[in-house]
């Protein structure tokens, strides 16, 4: 069973950093091309992708409003995608959810976690 697992999320002023963690279990990395990626959700607005990253090559895609202030890594030897927020604005305040795409950077995500929420104050 796929499980995807994030935390660290939380209250931080604006200006202020976060970084969030994505657990990846119940795959194996090596059968597909696979991608993780983050979205959020700010209350009342769709769903938007916010960076990805591919498992095997580790390359990287950003949405425009976070590139430089965001930095998405991985760790494969803990399954683990993490993301570094800087520079954090209230506009950033949304839950933050991790998805995996079998097919790469722009394929359908079809594996999902709970999210976790931040939250910029300004």
């Known amino acids: 069973q796929v499980q995807l697992v994030e935390s660290g999320g939380g209250l931080v002023q604006a200006g202020g950093s976060l970084r969030v963690s994505c657990v990846v279990s119940g795959l194996t990395f090596s059968n597909y091309p696979y991608a993780v990626g983050w979205f959020r959700q700010a209350p009342g607005k769709e769903r938007e992708f916010v960076c990805g990253i591919t498992w095997r090559f580790s390359v990287t895609r950003y949405a425009d409003a976070v590139k430089v202030r965001f930095t998405i890594s991985r760790d494969t030897a803990k399954k683990t995608v993490y993301l570094q927020m800087n520079s954090l604005k209230p506009e950033d305040t949304a839950a933050y959810y991790c998805?995996?795409?079998?097919?790469?950077?722009?394929?359908?995500?079809?594996?999902w976690g709970q999210g976790t929420q931040v939250t910029v104050s300004s």
């Open positions: 998805a995996v795409s079998q097919t790469g950077l722009s394929g359908d995500y079809t594996y």
